[in-house]
């Protein structure tokens, strides 16, 4: 698309992915946050509430808007609504993102964040996937320390697949067991990465 070099940056909760995009972002990459995107995408308003809303009924609003916990919770055990949803969800997603990718300058570095990229049924096609991976201790720890229980953060982990399954699925690995330095160091490295094969693209 525009000749752009398309990322997809996944890994589990607290594995460290907010820091990371914020970094690539101060690099000179274009980034979007693809959880965001689907929030937006049927907040009260667009075309995808009403679509949200013909299909699951009213009892899913809170306050006027989309309780995204009701909906999870209803798709939950039941594969038939998961991919109703999905099939209300994705194309608009798709679009928003290409909309985004349409207003960048030709040659631009995209990082899409996208925690769920290895467990969901949405076919991505990006240049370089890249994934986070650290222990679960040390994820639980971080996460722990910004304010999650210990009962939500069990909960997020089990409903997420694992580091080996987004690894599978990787072309670069971050391993952020370290400090922040290391972590942002080895961003760099990736980034210059990307710089290379964005120019032997073009
Ligand atoms: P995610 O977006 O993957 O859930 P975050 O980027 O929000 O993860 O990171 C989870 C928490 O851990 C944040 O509070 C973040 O500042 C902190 N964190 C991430 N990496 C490190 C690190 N290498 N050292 C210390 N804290 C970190």
């Given at each position: 698309?525009?000749?752009?070099?398309?990322?997809?940056?996944?890994?589990?909760?607290?594995?460290?992915?907010?820091?990371?995009?914020?970094?690539?972002?101060?690099?000179?990459?274009?980034?979007?946050?693809?959880?965001?995107?689907?929030?937006?995408?049927?907040?009260?308003?667009?075309?995808?509430?009403?679509?949200?809303?013909?299909?699951?009924?009213?009892?899913?609003?809170?306050?006027?808007?989309?309780?995204?916990?009701?909906?999870?919770?209803?798709?939950?055990?039941?594969?038939?609504?998961?991919?109703?949803?999905?099939?209300?969800?994705?194309?608009?997603?798709?679009?928003?993102?290409?909309?985004?990718?349409?207003v960048q300058a030709p040659h631009t570095i995209v990082v899409a964040e996208i925690p769920l990229l290895v467990e969901s049924t949405y076919d991505y096609t990006f240049d370089r996937v890249i994934t986070?991976?650290?222990?679960?201790?040390?994820?639980?720890?971080?996460?722990?320390?910004?304010?999650?229980?210990?009962?939500?953060?069990?909960?997020?982990?089990?409903?997420?697949?694992?580091?080996?399954?987004?690894?599978?699925?990787?072309?670069?690995?971050?391993?952020?067991?370290?400090?922040?330095?290391?972590?942002?160091?080895?961003?760099?490295?990736?980034?210059?990465?990307?710089?290379?094969?964005?120019?032997?693209?073009?």
């Amino acid at each position: 698309m525009r000749d752009l070099l398309e990322v997809g940056l996944t890994g589990g909760i607290g594995s460290g992915k907010s820091l990371v995009v914020d970094y690539f972002a101060r690099l000179g990459a274009a980034t979007i946050n693809f959880d965001l995107v689907a929030r937006e995408v049927i907040a009260r308003g667009s075309e995808g509430f009403d679509r949200v809303l013909a299909r699951f009924g009213d009892e899913i609003l809170t306050g006027g808007e989309i309780n995204r916990a009701a909906l999870a919770a209803l798709i939950f055990d039941d594969r038939a609504a998961r991919a109703d949803l999905e099939s209300i969800i994705h194309p608009l997603v798709r679009a928003a993102y290409a909309d985004f990718c349409s207003v960048q300058a030709p040659h631009t570095i995209v990082v899409a964040e996208i925690p769920l990229l290895v467990e969901s049924t949405y076919d991505y096609t990006f240049d370089r996937v890249i994934t986070i991976s650290a222990d679960l201790a040390i994820r639980k720890e971080r996460l722990a320390a910004r304010g999650m229980s210990a009962a939500q953060i069990e909960a997020r982990i089990t409903a997420q697949g694992t580091d080996p399954e987004r690894e599978a699925r990787a072309d670069f690995v971050i391993h952020n067991n370290g400090d922040i330095d290391s972590l942002l160091r080895n961003v760099e490295q990736i980034f210059a990465a990307l710089v290379e094969l964005n120019s032997g693209k073009n």
